[in-house]
């Protein structure tokens, strides 16, 4: 029976990752691992199965950690980004496959240069392998083989949230409405982060960098979405589609998202007044770092008791050529939040593909070796039939012009 040992188990991502492994096939064991083990307890405790259980693990420590994954079939990492050379390395002592969503781009980087190291030992490392990146990356990938040049590369991200609107119809019901504040899909942090490092663009054959929040750009995608504004934020799927498509010709590859206007407004208010500053200010006899203190105070926001609804669409488009003339390409994946597990959209398509990717390869359905980007190892076909299991829904939508 496979065994996948989930890092950051109980955490934003963590927790939808081990649901996803549990309900998909009633052979695989979960390990959840977590620096918070009262928190991975609380969360092994609610499936009441012998199936899942909950380990301490503090990924800083490589060799305890190597410890803990020695019988593991695969790894899956969702602690923070900045993390994932350790947690590879530890996969490496400990000889498992590795899988992660996503190093912001620089880091990413520096993990392609563990190729050599997990090709000799014959592991497969697929980095990033979320939503975007991840199912972004294969679906590019997808796309370019329907076309004989592929000039530019499109990835863009909106959604649409309906859960205020379902809440608020509801008070007659008695039953408690959204919460207003700011309410977080993934790490505080990394989305702090993507929005006031500078972005990384792939133009002209070459990678630039741009100003944090900038680029933006109004985009019509299919309903229930509608028109959004999206913005460069820093992301890894810049740092390997103009490698994997080289010989297609692509010159232009760039990533934008758009997130809820209300959240965007909040989250731009806190880092125009400083708060997202990496510069220690002093209070008092002592020195802080505002953009420690912001994460800080943000993780401990209260959740909403309220279960998501809404819808995200990842789109991704080509720009290139088929038979000579030029084509534009675009696929468009839907996903809605699960009511049953209370999970919004984002959770949906950032966990499911790390799940069932990491089945794929405990079952060697994958034969590569080394560290790898998803578009360079997954299977397209297989990811789409599963996440449609999940309820995603694909269209893609090519025109050609003379």
Not at 24 to 46: E, G, P, R, T, W
Not at 73 to 86: F, P, T
Request: aromatic content about 8%.
């Amino acid at each position: 029976m496979p065994t996948f040992v989930v890092l950051g188990g109980s955490g934003f991502m963590g927790k939808v990752i081990v649901r996803d492994l549990y309900e998909s096939d009633k052979n695989n064991q979960i390990v959840i691992a977590d620096y918070n083990l009262d928190a991975a307890k609380k969360l092994a405790f609610s499936y009441n199965s012998s199936r899942v259980k909950a380990i301490f693990a503090d990924v800083t420590d490589i060799k305890k950690t190597a410890k803990l994954l020695k019988n593991a079939s695969v790894v899956i990492n969702s602690v923070q980004y900045e993390l994932n050379l350790n947690v590879m390395k530890t996969a490496l002592l400990a000889k498992v496959h590795y899988l992660d969503l996503g190093g912001l781009f620089h880091v990413t980087r520096k993990q392609l240069r563990l190729h050599p190291k997990f090709k000799k030992a014959n592991l497969l490392a697929i980095l990033g392998m979320g939503a975007a990146p991840g199912l972004t990356n294969v679906m590019a990938k997808y796309g370019s083989e329907m076309l004989d040049k592929v000039h530019e590369v499109k990835i863009r991200i909106g959604g649409k949230d309906f859960t205020q609107t379902t809440t608020k119809s509801n008070k007659k019901t008695n039953k408690k409405t959204a919460d207003s504040h700011l309410m977080f899909s993934y790490s505080p942090q990394t989305i702090l982060e993507e929005h006031t490092y500078r972005p990384m663009v792939f133009t002209h054959g070459k990678f630039v960098e741009v100003a944090p929040r900038s680029g933006k750009e109004a985009i019509n995608f299919p309903k229930p979405v509608g028109k959004r504004t999206a913005i460069y934020t820093l992301h890894s799927e810049v740092a390997t589609l103009p490698l994997t498509l080289k010989n297609k010709g692509v010159k232009e590859v760039s990533f934008k998202i758009s997130f809820p206007d209300e959240f965007e407004q909040k989250l731009d208010e806190l880092i125009d007044s400083g708060l997202a500053s990496r510069k220690k200010i002093k209070i008092g006899n002592k020195e802080i770092v505002p953009f420690n203190f912001l994460v800080k105070m943000l993780n401990n926001l209260p959740k909403s008791d309220v279960c998501p609804d809404d819808v995200e669409i990842i789109r991704v488009e080509l720009i290139g050529k088929k038979n000579r003339k030029r084509a534009d390409l675009i696929i468009d994946a839907w996903f809605r939040s699960n009511r049953k597990w209370c999970v919004g959209a984002g959770d949906i398509d950032t966990a499911a593909p790390p799940s069932i990717v990491a089945q794929m390869v405990a079952k060697n359905k994958i034969k590569q070796r080394g560290c790898l980007a998803p578009e360079s190892c997954v299977d397209a076909n297989e990811l789409f039939n599963e996440l449609k299991k999940r309820g995603m829904k694909l269209r893609v939508n090519i025109t050609t012009f003379k």
